[in-house]
DNA sequence: GGTTCTGCTGAGAGCGCTCTCGACCGTACC
DNA sequence: GGTACGGTCGAGAGCGCTCTCAGCAGAACC
């Protein structure tokens, strides 16, 4: 084994060729003949010869990389450890980066110096970006600096952005709870700093008026279960009357059935709960959680191939359907998990 | 705005001097005067000057980006996207690069063409790679082409990892299950091609043996909610008199209780239940999950540290505790959750 | 045979940066 | 005045690759 990796140069002397043609038998670009074709490969083989990256992107000005960013506000073990949102976007761009040669790079954007650190991602993006979270100003900064930048949140009217309809899946579940014969229909509100939140806050509000109920929402603050288990509770000893509730996230929705059935009330039949996202913390409650279902994945993987294709045009959007997934938390399953 | 992104030319023509000391002024290395600092630094600011990481990368012969490798089972959707663990990974790693100035790449390797795509990582990797779930064989395979490598699960000798003590957690969760007097206590077992799921049934036999119980262990497969759901419901019916469970993972345990309950059996107090790695899962189920903590980010974060610091020694361990975590689902909670 | 055309091939000029090395200056010392 | 020396600065040689372009065969045509 020699000293250091075999380089282009390595592999064109071992062939008996040039640089030139070794580049056109590994790029699989014509021009070069089948027999020094093959005389190539062995070398290449023979060398145990990989092209560097770093070199290849330099030469070519194009680097194969996707990025995903996002703003964290709380210390990074929290970040992606506490959410389960975050792996979903990760999955979605995984799942067309697949064998599509391109790498995945992630950065956590601290909220100080995050103007910077934003300048500094866009100048180096190459594919493009997938923004997650970031707040609108930062998000067209972004952009302003490279047209490759896909949102997916809601975002300012200039960055591409791949959307869901939050405020219509908010009115979507009240109103299934109102269906169940729910009349005292509580919210969890998720953090103010989250586009999302206020959407979903906004479908809440319009639907209790639309439909002559009370308006009993409570802020939650952030997306985290702990907020949610002591939302409910003080809720419950605020309106022990609630009948349902409508929570932000489903994270907070988990945290919040095990308030209620901690303090003696059961999930769905004295309190029906309603979550939002369609995560992991969905499934993994118990009773499993009926949930407005936000395709995360679907998104992000929109979001990366329209990167992959090309110039993204400004402004663009493009929907996505939320949908309602019936579990146990309601009551009256549309899919019993157990016979 | 000019054409294209301004490079170093462009700002040491501007600040009137050479490149040489534009370079030195934005990587703060000594040797140029505080007048020609300044002037430099106008310039960048003037023209909006970011470096080019790309360049900088081949020029230094030092990229610094950390890549974290996983091998993929299932399609990519489910990867990352399922389980928590891989969030965990992340967040450990993102906590020590977080202001270090150096990137995270992740890549899923597919079953099919794992080694190639192994050695394609491996030729590229700066700072190091972090090995996740990777088959001791193509963990070795990666090592020794890249010395900076560490695995965050038990692996091949030759390489560096960061090791939990998977049977011992085991064995101390049903020693923990025997000492709140449970004698009939089942075992719901990971997939075998995992190192952990298969410490984690040896601690367990090694437990019942000890203690002189029955071995009631199934094999559960994968680690995903719904073969804990499956699997807990045939141990049910195979047997009726299980006082509880010692499920491989959290995920898989939420699923157990989702059938215990659904079954019309209590948790804790018909039959208790005791997970592994306090995840998300752990804490989102209800009743929270007793579990095996596995300091995840606390591994691939010293993990990193390590790769960080330099040359990492071939086979070097760094152990790192299990402990149990006691919340409801086994009964007489150290710590009740709810006066 | 001369000309054009086509298909391979290699020389060489970058890509944007880092880093060594030598030039140069001013000061200190003999 | 001559030498030594520390501190600044710029020229220029890469890093490993891509890609253009010119050269040069051999085939096809007049």
Same mark, same amino acid.
């Given at each position: 084994?020699?000293?250091?990796? !075999?380089? @282009?140069?390595?592999?064109?002397?071992?062939?008996?060729?040039?640089?030139?043609?070794?580049?056109?038998?590994?790029?699989?670009?014509?021009?070069?003949?089948?027999?020094?074709?093959?005389?190539?490969?062995?070398?290449?083989?023979?060398?145990?010869?990989?092209?560097?990256?770093?070199?290849?992107?330099?030469?070519?000005?194009?680097?194969?990389?996707?990025?995903?960013?996002?703003?964290?506000?709380?210390?990074?073990?929290?970040?992606?450890?506490?959410?389960?949102?975050?792996?979903?976007?990760?999955?979605?761009?995984?799942?067309?980066?697949?064998?599509?040669?391109?790498?995945?790079?992630?950065?956590?954007?601290?909220?100080?110096?995050?103007?910077?650190? @934003?300048?500094? @991602?866009?100048?180096?993006?190459?594919?493009?970006?997938?923004?997650?979270?970031?707040? !609108?100003?930062?998000?067209?900064?972004?952009?302003?600096?490279?047209?490759?930048?896909?949102?997916?949140?809601?975002?300012?009217?200039?960055v591409p952005a791949m959307e869901v309809?939050?405020?219509?899946?908010?009115?979507?579940?009240?109103?299934?709870?109102?269906?169940?014969?729910?009349?005292?229909?509580?919210?969890?509100?998720?953090?103010?700093?989250?586009?999302?939140?206020?959407?979903?806050?906004?479908?809440?509000?319009?639907?209790v008026r639309q439909l002559g109920l009370?308006?009993?929402?409570?802020?939650?603050?952030?997306?985290?279960?702990?907020?949610?288990?002591?939302?409910?509770?003080?809720?419950?000893?605020?309106?022990?009357?609630?009948?349902?509730?409508?929570?932000?996230?489903?994270?907070?929705?988990?945290?919040?059935?095990?308030?209620?059935?901690?303090?003696?009330?059961?999930?769905?039949?004295? @309190?029906?709960?309603?979550?939002?996202?369609?995560?992991?913390?969905?499934?993994?409650?118990?009773?499993?959680?009926?949930?407005?279902?936000?395709?995360?994945?679907?998104m992000t993987a929109a979001a990366t191939?329209?990167?992959?294709?090309?110039?993204?045009?400004?402004?663009?959007?493009?929907?996505?359907?939320?949908?309602?997934?019936?579990?146990?938390?309601?009551?009256?399953?549309?899919?019993?998990?157990?016979?």
């Open positions: 084994m020699s000293r250091s990796k !075999p380089t @282009i140069e390595d592999v064109a002397r071992a062939a008996g060729v040039s640089r030139a043609t070794v580049s056109r038998v590994i790029n699989n670009v014509p021009g070069a003949s089948g027999q020094l074709r093959a005389r190539v490969r062995q070398a290449v083989v023979e060398l145990g010869y990989t092209p560097n990256q770093t070199a290849r992107a330099l030469a070519s000005g194009r680097q194969r990389a996707v990025d995903v960013v996002a703003v964290t506000y709380s210390p990074a073990t929290g970040w992606l450890g506490a959410h389960p949102y975050y792996s979903r976007v990760l999955a979605g761009i995984m799942s067309v980066l697949e064998g599509a040669d391109v790498q995945l790079r992630v950065h956590a954007v601290g909220e100080a110096g995050a103007a910077e650190a @934003i300048d500094a @991602i866009a100048a180096n993006a190459t594919v493009g970006a997938v923004l997650t979270n970031i707040p !609108p100003a930062l998000a067209a900064r972004f952009h302003r600096q490279c047209r490759r930048a896909v949102s997916v949140t809601a975002t300012a009217a200039s309809d939050n405020a219509g899946g908010a009115y979507a579940a009240v109103e299934q709870l109102y269906r169940l014969g729910r009349r005292r229909i509580a919210a969890i509100h998720g953090p103010d700093a989250s586009t999302c939140a206020l959407d979903r806050r906004t479908g809440y509000a319009r639907a009370a308006d009993l929402g409570a802020d939650g603050g952030d997306f985290v279960r702990e907020n949610g288990y002591v939302t409910a509770r003080r809720l419950l000893e605020r309106h022990p009357d609630v009948d349902a509730m409508f929570v932000a996230c489903d994270l907070m929705a988990a945290g919040a059935i095990q308030a209620i059935t901690a303090g003696g009330r059961r999930v769905p039949q004295d @309190i029906s709960v309603m979550g939002f996202d369609d995560s992991l913390a969905a499934v993994c409650s118990n009773p499993p959680l009926s949930t407005v279902r936000v395709p995360v994945e679907e191939r329209l990167l992959l294709d090309g110039e993204v045009p400004a402004g663009h959007r493009q929907q996505f359907p939320v949908e309602l997934v019936l579990r146990e938390s309601t009551g009256q399953p549309a899919v019993p998990s157990f016979p």
